[in-house]
């Protein structure tokens, strides 16, 4: 099993497989887009599929494949194939802004694929092109809608941003009224890739929940799950649920139990810490899968201990777009 120093079951790893995406919502990354990584830069299939080999052998049980957005990436669905028949891999996720899953949705369910995230912002579509620069709210819905016949657990993913999409919270907590749903609110992270920090937030976990309140007083706190990112409420005589993610003000790092790959092989501790280590790197120097192993356990005893540590070693270094980080 893998702990860290902090005596931390690291048991979940978020991999992301490309930084390419098929949006350019503006608190992920620049208007025109990122600089691509070359294809020789990306992990390939085969060694992403072996890095996870590694980690789950270590102790990793669950797998959330990000992005960039995931499907925008070649042969997807093979690999997927491959890494949910891993042994002793007990779940793998994915998150998506779903411009393009809707038709994938049928193999997804038959990979054994039960956990879907779906970024989705806004349920107005002109608030939808501004946010994310592109009209594709018709597919994204169409999208939820497959999931939800083909009975995947279905996590909306709402970021919420001041001035952006604050009117947009009820409408979202309203899906859960009649949809198996849970929907959860994100406060805003200081991600855009032009290596600008947010001084305050506007609108923190508090403030989200006394929104919801306002208009559902009757809203319930409910149990949250172990090693949980979010505080999960419910509406008396709602099918689904709400959640709220404290991402920026970071409330839930004493129970970290994950780690994070990029797209070119860091392996990150904290999303708001640097790279400790470079798995692509090690795997094309002839590292064999023990001496991968070593390097993995030496990295995960440099975990901190929480966000606000993990940014005050970065300090001297920008933020990092999110799209090439799996945010």
């Not at 797998?63 to 997927?80: S, Y």
Request: net charge neutral; proline share 6%; hydrophobic share 40%.
């Amino acid at each position: 099993m893998l702990f860290d120093s902090h005596h931390r079951k690291i048991n979940y790893l978020r991999l992301a497989v490309t930084d390419r995406c098929n949006l350019r919502c503006f608190y992920c990354m620049p208007e025109q887009g990122n600089d691509w990584l070359s294809r020789r830069e990306l992990m390939s299939y085969e060694e992403m599929l072996r890095v996870c080999s590694v980690l789950v052998q270590m102790g990793i049980e669950k797998i959330r494949i990000t992005g960039g957005e995931p499907f925008v990436r070649k042969d997807m669905l093979q690999f997927l194939a491959s890494l949910t028949a891993l042994p002793h891999l007990q779940q793998v996720s994915i998150t998506t802004n779903g411009v393009v899953t809707a038709p994938l949705v049928p193999e997804l369910k038959k990979l054994g694929i039960n956990s879907i995230n779906l970024s989705l912002d806004t349920l107005d579509r002109d608030r939808f092109f501004a946010i994310t620069r592109r009209d594709e709210l018709p597919r994204v819905l169409e999208t939820l809608e497959a999931l939800l016949h083909h009975q995947l657990e279905v996590k909306i993913n709402a970021v919420v941003m001041e001035g952006k999409n604050t009117q947009d919270i009820l409408p979202l907590v309203e899906l859960t009224k009649d949809l198996p749903v849970s929907v959860r609110f994100i406060e805003e992270m200081p991600f855009n890739g032009g290596g600008q920090v947010m001084p305050t937030l506007a609108w923190d976990h508090f403030r989200i929940l006394e929104a919801i309140q306002e208009r559902y007083p009757e809203v319930q706190k409910v149990p949250d799950p172990a090693n949980s990112t979010a505080y999960h409420y419910h509406i008396p005589g709602h099918q689904g649920s709400i959640g709220i993610i404290a991402a920026y003000t970071r409330s839930f790092c004493g129970t970290c139990n994950r780690l994070r790959l990029t797209p070119q092989g860091d392996l990150k501790t904290c999303l708001y810490g640097g790279p400790v280590l470079n798995v692509r790197d090690l795997m094309r120097s002839g590292h064999t899968d023990p001496q991968l192993q070593e390097a993995l356990q030496g990295a995960v005893l440099q975990k901190e201990k929480d966000g606000w540590e993990a940014e005050k070693a970065m300090a001297a270094f920008p933020h990092a777009s999110m799209a090439t980080i799996g945010g």
